[in-house]
């Protein structure tokens, strides 16, 4: 077997994963995720943005096994963790953990932030009780929380205190990969930006690699390195995240950044798409694109054929019949824009910066 150190293998590979909840025979079964294949490189953030119920926490819960796909296959470096013992996959699993959008979940409420801090350890056997202590005030110093509030019940923390302190008790286990998911969802957005930093910040002091699940396109496009776009459990496009934003390829990323305009390339002001048409049924799926009963761009191969998912560019990846189109719209409204920038130098010197 490679080592996780020197091995250049991904962190996570995920090959035509697919996760049915339901049962088909009585027509109840849901495919939150249907046959979605990517790769999440050691040491980056890879961010996965879509509406809610798209299959986001779905998919991330599969990659850190608190889900068994139904097809397919996921690799932790080159481990397939389904394949381990219940024994084996208990100590795997310390090296993949997940954190949640609902601090209290992972509290009791009835332990001090301390003891749940340090209960990783307690479970892991992992040094004496003083060894174990010290660790723990160490990690609720790198997340930033004062040595004050170890001792305090998770009542008694604001929301962005009880986040840290759920972020250091998943740290605690020195983790390879974390999946993020939602974490700064139920946070003021005054503190949304100081969270997202320390993310940031311990990702590159822990050489971590996050998949970074949110619902919200100003969140994943602030912290990801690449990102995926998910769609009633398909993937429809990714590619390098600052790409994939600026310049989507695929009609449902396009509505999705219209709807932030702050986002957009070179501060210019973009119509606003309002998705309209029906939110189709998670137990019955449209045919052909999924997409289409909602896509401005809708024609009628759509509603017959599935679209497949090609590399258009370097990296990027999209699933829809009209992506060269759309290529191709881009090419020539960059061509424009940069001729914008150039009358506005020779118009207006000094204005530019
Ligand atoms: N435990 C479950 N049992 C049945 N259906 C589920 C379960 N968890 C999620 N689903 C369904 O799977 C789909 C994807 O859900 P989810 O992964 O939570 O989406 P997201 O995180 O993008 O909001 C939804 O239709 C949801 O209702
Ligand atoms: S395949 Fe058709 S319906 Fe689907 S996203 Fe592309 S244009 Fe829209
Ligand atoms: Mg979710």
Known sequence: MTSALTSTRPAVTVDGVSVTFGNAKRGTAVRAVDGVSFNVEKGEIFGVIGESGSGKSTLGRAMVCLLTPS??????????????????LNRHRRKYQIVSQDPNAAFDPRMTILQSVMEPLNIAGEGTRAERRARAFAMLDRVALSPELANRYPHELSGGQKQRANIARALMLEPNVIVCDEVVAALDVSIQADMLNLFDRLQKELGLT???????????????????????????????AREVIETPLHPYTEALRSAEPEITALGEARKRIILQGEIPSAINPPSGCRFHTRCPRMR???????????????????????AEEMLRESAAEHVGLTDRSVVATTTAPGVLT
């Open 71 to 88: 097809g397919g296959t996921i690799l932790h470096d080159d481990v397939n963790p389904f394949t381990l013992t219940r024994r084996e």
């Open 300 to 322: 009628d191969i759509c509603r017959a054929q599935e679209p497949e998912q090609r590399e258009l560019l370097p990296g990027r990846h999209v699933a829809c019949h009209f």
């Open 210 to 240: 996050y998949v970074f699940i949110s619902h919200d396109l100003r969140v994943v496009s602030h912290i990801s390195d690449r990102v995926a776009v998910m769609y009633f459990g398909k993937i429809v496009e990714f590619g390098p």
